[in-house]
Each structure stands twice: as structure tokens, then as C-alpha cells.
Nanobody
Framework: QVQLVESGGGLVQAGGSLRLSCAASGHTFSMYDMAWFRQVPGKEREFVGAVSWGGGEKRYTDFVKGRFAISRDNTKRNTMYLQMNGLKPEDTAVYYC???????????????WGQGTQVTVSS
């Protein structure tokens, strides 16, 4: 059974940084694409970024380019990270990690989801 558990969310002032983690279990982590999404109450969930199974390909949505960075540890940690710098109040959301068997990173359908972690950026 695939399980994804996010952590690292919290309250930070505008301009600050946070690093989110997504710990995966129940599947061969190194064989799966991973992604981050976020959602604000009353709005649709939106794509933040993704990393291919081997870490060699990454994709980000425009509003986080240059500020956020995804990485993954395919060793025994089986964890994906989202380093968020230069945070803005509009980055406030619940952040979710997701995984799926590899396909084009241009496709945004994912099969497995975590429970989310809240990020709040104060102005």
C-alpha cells in the first residue's frame, strides 16, 4: 500500500524559507515520478512542480520558478523535498505530494496522494 507523508509546513514571514518533505513507502520510490501540488480553500488544486523517477528531469509552474526547487533522495531515505525560498503571502496553501508510475511530466494526473501540510506566509 503506497503511503505518502508530508511534513515541514508551518508559519513563516514573507521573504522567508521552508523545506517540505514527502516520505514515501509501499512502492519502489526510485521508479516513480513525484510531484507537489497546492490548494487554497475554495479553489482547485494547482500544480507546483514535479521530478522524474531518476531525478534527471524537473518541471515547475511559472509562479514558483526561481524560488522553489524540488529534489529527491532515492537512497534509503525515499524522500522528496520542496525547498521554498522568497515565500509570498499568495503561497499560503495546503501542499500535497503525489506519485505515479513514470510518464511525461507534462501530464498532471497522479495516482497516489499524501494528506497535505499547511504552509502559511504572513505579510
Amino acid at each position: 500500500q503506497v503511503q505518502l507523508v508530508e511534513s515541514g509546513g508551518g508559519l513563516v514571514q514573507a521573504g522567508g524559507s521552508l523545506r517540505l518533505s514527502c516520505a514515501a513507502s509501499g512502492h519502489t520510490f526510485s521508479m516513480y515520478d513525484m510531484a507537489w501540488f497546492r490548494q487554497v480553500p475554495g479553489k482547485e488544486r494547482e500544480f507546483v512542480g514535479a521530478v522524474s523517477w531518476g531525478g534527471g528531469e524537473k518541471r515547475y509552474t511559472d509562479f514558483v520558478k526561481g524560488r522553489f526547487a524540488i529534489s529527491r533522495d532515492n537512497t534509503k531515505r525515499n524522500t522528496m523535498y520542496l525547498q521554498m525560498n522568497g515565500l509570498k503571502p499568495e503561497d499560503t496553501a495546503v501542499y500535497y505530494c503525489a506519485s505515479r508510475f513514470p510518464r511525461s511530466l507534462l501530464l498532471l494526473d497522479y495516482d497516489y496522494w499524501g494528506q497535505g501540510t499547511q504552509v502559511t506566509v504572513s505579510s
